[in-house]
Structures are given as structure tokens and as C-alpha cells.
């Protein structure tokens, strides 16, 4: 089992010269999971939305081609891919000829199910959808729906996760909102550095206290944990505090290397959101 340690992450890396799909690391989910009361199945469905921007490749004549990737991690897999190994597996098909853009997909396709499902007995398949340059400019810039916390004029104080500051009115009639913050922000697990996120918390039950909700959200400035690591530990307090009948969080996180990753966990089976960045990604 490969620990965040021991992945490219904080390493002197140099950038590979041809294909190599040995450059993924997938990293186990279930430790971090653990650590929040996680031991078996998880209370929610959803996916880790990629956006990749630096993919290119030859194609049979060496003339460089170009896309934009879209890719699906279902959370149920057992592993997460390091976001640095997977920049390094893209720039791997730089010099790499390839028939077709399909050819390309499926490429990525298999090599990225193989090692988010690698060692289980169950397999399933990464979603990849590649956007040719005549299609960029349909790309699209949209924020996050809902009510913007970051409205309220409070004080904070807490900069490591503070679970106890969430609270709900059990008192009075169930409501349904969805809450917006861009104020969240995290560090790389491994190297420390600054994590940027947009946050989308949807879901109905008794009204969820937002100065509580905001100050809860601010209280990861100093957190290091990974982006899909940190959407599950909002997912969970949130759950056991608040005790919604119905959860969904939504996070989008800016890109590093050419990446954006943007998780997605709900308590009950519904539609992926759009995968459209913000104006911050």
C-alpha cells in the first residue's frame, strides 16, 4: 500500500520522455475515511470531477494534437489518484502518437480504472470525455448556485476543523436550502501548499445554523488534507451534527499543474453536477 510519503509529491520529479502508465499512484482511500468514522461502506454516493488542461499528444504524422479532459472517479473505488503522479502520466503522452482522440480516451480510460480499482476484488470504469479546440469555446464559466454565506459579517477564530461549531433548529420545520461559500481553503497533505476551493452544501432537514456553517468552513484554513479527503469531513460533520434528512457537498477546487479536482458527495443517488469551472478554476 503506497502512503502519501511515498508518492511524486514534494520530490524533484523530472518530467517523463515517453508513455508510461506506471507514472499513476493511486493512493488508498480508507485510512483518511477511518480517521472519520468511516470503517465500512460510506453513508454517501458521488464522484471526484477532474478537469485536465494540459493534454497533448502526436498524432501518426508527429503533428501535436490538443484537448481538454473531463474525467470521472467514482468515490467507491478504493483508491484516489495522487494529483501529481496523474499530472506526470499526461505529460507522458507528449511525444506519444496516437491514431485518434478515441484512441487517446481509451487509453486514459483503462489506465486510470486499472488503478483506482487496483487490488480489489470488484472493478468498475473512470468516466473520460475529451474536448477537441473546435469545442473550447463552448466551455463555459458558471459559480455554484445557491445562498452566499460569505454575506454575513462575523468573527472567526478557528483555523483547524472545528466540528463543534455546526448546529441545527431541531425545534422547528424542516426546510430545504443550498449554501455557498468561496472562502474555503485547505493545504496539500504532503507538501503543504495552498488549497482553493469554492463550496456548494445542499440539503434538507432542520435549518442549519450559517454563522456556525461559515465559521466551520473557515476553520480548514490550516487543515492539510486532500481536496476529496476534505469534502468527506465536511460531508460527515455536517451529517452527524446537523442530522439532515438529505446531504449533498460540492467543492471546486483551482487547478495546479493543469488540474482542477472537484468532489462530489450526496446522501442519496442522484445526477453528477455539471462539470463547469468557476471563475476562479
Known amino acids: 500500500m503506497v502512503t502519501p510519503e511515498q508518492s511524486p509529491l514534494g520530490r524533484a520529479t523530472p518530467y517523463p520522455e515517453h508513455y508510461d502508465a506506471q507514472l499513476l499512484c493511486p493512493l488508498p482511500r480508507a485510512p483518511k475515511r477511518a480517521e472519520i468514522g468511516i470503517a465500512a461502506a460510506p453513508p454517501f454516493f458521488g464522484a471526484d470531477l477532474w478537469s485536465a488542461y494540459e493534454l497533448s499528444w502526436l498524432n501518426p504524422r508527429g503533428k501535436p494534437q ?72 463552448q466551455q463555459r464559466v458558471q459559480e455554484l448556485d445557491g445562498l452566499l454565506l460569505d454575506r454575513l459579517d462575523l468573527e472567526c477564530s478557528h483555523y483547524t476543523p472545528a466540528p463543534e461549531l455546526l448546529s441545527a433548529d431541531h425545534g422547528e420545520a424542516p ?71 438529505k446531504l449533498s457537498v460540492y467543492a471546486r477546487y483551482t487547478r495546479r499543474g493543469g488540474l482542477d479536482i472537484n468532489p462530489f458527495r450526496t446522501s442519496h443517488p442522484q445526477q453528477l453536477p455539471p462539470n463547469v469551472r468557476t471563475a476562479r478554476q
Open 66 to 137: 490538443v484537448a481538454i479532459a473531463h474525467i470521472t472517479v467514482p468515490c467507491e473505488t478504493p483508491h484516489l489518484i495522487e494529483s501529481k503522479s496523474f499530472k506526470l502520466y499526461l505529460a507522458s503522452f507528449n511525444n506519444a502518437r496516437f491514431a485518434s482522440f478515441d484512441e487517446v480516451r481509451a487509453r486514459i480510460c483503462a489506465d486510470l480504472s486499472e488503478a483506482a480499482w487496483r487490488g480489489s476484488a470488484q472493478s468498475g470504469s473512470v468516466g473520460v470525455r475529451l474536448i477537441a479546440p473546435e469545442a473550447f469555446e
Open 175 to 245: 426546510v430545504s436550502e443550498v449554501l455557498t461559500s468561496h472562502l474555503l481553503k485547505s493545504n496539500c497533505l504532503v507538501t503543504g501548499q495552498p488549497d482553493w476551493g469554492s463550496v456548494q452544501i445542499a440539503y434538507s432537514g432542520a435549518q442549519i445554523d450559517q454563522a456556525g456553517l461559515l465559521r466551520y468552513l473557515v476553520s480548514f484554513r490550516n487543515h492539510n488534507e486532500f481536496h476529496e479527503q476534505c469534502v468527506e469531513r465536511i460531508f460527515m460533520d455536517v451529517w452527524t451534527r446537523c442530522r439532515p434528512i
